[in-house]
């Protein structure tokens, strides 16, 4: 028996970036890390280019005020695996 796996297809920056802005979001970059907020929506999305090709990593949702903290290994918010799972956990 064989597992069949279905094509990793992942997305682009630009691709990001247009759905993210359809949705109602400015996108703006902060040294790398790039942003996207809404007046509305409670939370923020931020990802990373994923090295030097034009795929997006580390999608993260998280609220404005809450942010990450190393010397204790916090984490804030919520990993996504996608722009669209983003995206609703950032208006929702």
């Known amino acids: 028996m064989t597992l069949e796996t279905k094509p990793n297809n992942p997305m682009t ?3 990001a970036i247009k ?3 359809k949705a109602g979001f400015n996108v703006e970059n902060i040294n790398g890390i790039y942003r996207a907020s809404k007046p509305t929506a409670p939370r923020v999305i931020e ?4 090295g030097r ?5 580390c999608i993260n949702v998280r609220r404005p ?3 990450h903290d190393s010397m204790t290994d916090y984490c804030a918010g919520s990993w996504a695996n ?3 799972q ?4 950032a208006i929702s």
Do not use: P, V
């Open 53 to 57: 090709s034009d795929e997006i990593a």
């Open 86 to 89: 983003a995206i609703r956990l």
């Open 65 to 67: 005020s809450d942010h």
């Open 82 to 84: 996608n722009i669209t």
């Open 13 to 15: 920056l630009a691709n």
């Open 47 to 50: 990802f990373f280019r994923n």
């Open 19 to 21: 759905k993210i802005e």
